[in-house]
């Protein structure tokens, strides 16, 4: 153990040090802070979580066919879809939306029309609520431990309902949905501003309503390029990974995942999952990666680990500096804060999200590349962290037991976004 000139322990010194800054910032960021709570409140008061479960049957493991699941609020011609999902035998959805009274409908697309027609499968429940955000438990929980309401398919039930069943009303979602979805942008674009990044971190609700999660690319997507999937961590922005993506092969296809960074880690994840699913199952790309920064990782690795769709296509996983183990930084603000963001409580270390993530084992079809910083500048002395994440979290056992690589670069936590020597890694790793 190393003893500083101050009399402290050097481990005992940083904890310290990480004490007084967040002290100071809690100091500095009052306003930040107070857009927090005023943003929390409007989530617990007006948004709940409607957590859906299609149960397995014999008629769709027979047919693998997928589930079309739509939400609609209002009356008789005023009726509109205002949710849907895709889904599949034995998975669980989630939809945060407003607080109200809704219908849903869900049935089996047999012949791939995008029509519900007589016969096919169908569920239909006429009344249905979000479970209140403010009548969830604040402490640490986990999406998995919410009841589901379970999708029990029935193939001859009559249904003479006037809803939209022809799934236009999921067509015109889709056409709201394409500037989030794979829609093409710049580096530039407004959304990727280090002001929205913040909003992201202290106005989440604000920023879902205002932008939403998005998965955007750089190009017009072709699925016979190689794609690379870009997650970043909290208070960040897909901008960051501009320097990387410039020095990536020509053939390689950019995709950015923009996230709330404030939100449950595991609703992150989620999102997460569902749009790398639906890139997997609409496009079947020729390969796919994924590049996480920071926090970035572990929200990849939840979004892999859950995802039995995805557990039987090769995906390369790349991740820079992440907080494998936590951080404890956030023990403090969930102990001191005068209001905690959602996603602190996840990266308490020992959080039930991070057990979550290491209760399953990466797929032997997924190859993880674990890059570690431990300097607190370039070309700097070894350090016990980056200057912002431990050596002993980013180094967590099981995280190394299951990589295929293991790396180091001298660097801090942000300068390994702009490392030569990085991006030389992530070439050879794309292409291992």
């Known amino acids: 153990m190393s003893i500083t000139k ?13 004490l007084v800054l967040l002290s100071v910032a809690m100091v500095l960021s009052g306003c930040q802070i107070q857009k927090l709570k005023s943003d ?17 049957t014999t008629i769709l493991t027979d047919n693998k066919k997928r589930v079309y699941v739509a939400v609609y609020r209002g009356n008789g011609d005023s009726r509109e879809m205002v949710n849907f999902r895709t889904t599949a035998a034995g998975q669980r959805q989630y939809m945060i939306m407003p607080m109200g009274q809704y219908e849903l409908l869900a049935f089996v697309d047999s012949n791939d029309d995008l029509i519900y027609q007589p016969g096919e499968p169908i569920f239909w429940q006429k009344t249905i609520a979000p479970i209140a955000l403010s009548s969830l438990d604040e402490q640490d929980s986990s999406l998995q431990e919410l009841d589901a309401l379970k999708l029990q398919l029935e193939p001859n039930l009559t249904f003479k309902q006037n809803l939209d069943v022809s799934m236009f009303g999921l067509k015109r979602q889709l056409a709201q949905a394409k500037d989030k979805f794979l829609h093409q942008v710049d580096w530039q674009d407004p959304r990727f501003s280090q002001q929205v990044a913040q909003l992201g971190m202290w106005q989440p609700v604000a920023f879902s309503e205002q932008f939403g999660f998005g998965l955007y690319t750089l190009d017009k997507f072709e699925p016979n390029k190689p794609s690379v999937v870009f997650v970043h961590g909290i208070s960040g922005s897909p901008a960051q990974f501009e320097q990387i993506a410039e020095h990536l092969a020509k053939d390689v296809q950019v995709l ?14 989620y999102i997460l999952q569902v749009a790398l699913e639906e890139v997997v199952n609409l496009y079947q790309p020729s390969s796919l990666a994924v590049v996480a920064h920071s926090m970035g990782g572990l929200v990849a690795r939840g979004a892999l680990v859950a995802s039995d769709n995805l ?5 390369k996983f790349i991740t820079m500096a992440t907080p494998w183990s936590g951080h404890f930084a956030a023990s403090y603000g969930v102990a001191y804060s005068p209001v905690v963001a959602p996603v ?12 979550q993530i290491f209760a399953t084992e990466l797929s032997t079809y997924h190859q993880h590349y674990l890059l570690f910083a431990y300097a607190k500048s370039r070309g700097g002395e070894g350090s016990a962290n980056d200057g912002s994440v431990s050596l002993k979290s980013q180094l967590n056992e099981q995280a190394q037991r299951e990589a295929r690589k293991v790396i180091g670069v001298s660097d801090d936590h942000t300068g390994v976004l702009t490392n030569s020597l990085v991006y030389q890694y992530i070439n050879q790793w794309l292409f291992d």
């Open 344 to 355: 602190w409580r996840s990266m308490v270390p020992e959080s039930q999200y991070l057990k």
């Open 311 to 315: 557990n039987s296509h090769s995906i």
């Open 256 to 269: 950015l995942f923009q996230y709330p960074s404030a939100y449950p880690l595991d609703y992150s994840a």
């Open 40 to 56: 929390l409140e409007v989530a617990k008061q007006e948004y709940g979580v409607l957590t859906i479960e299609t149960l397995p």
């Open 6 to 18: 101050s009399g402290y322990p050097s481990s005992q010194l940083y904890g310290l040090k990480l």
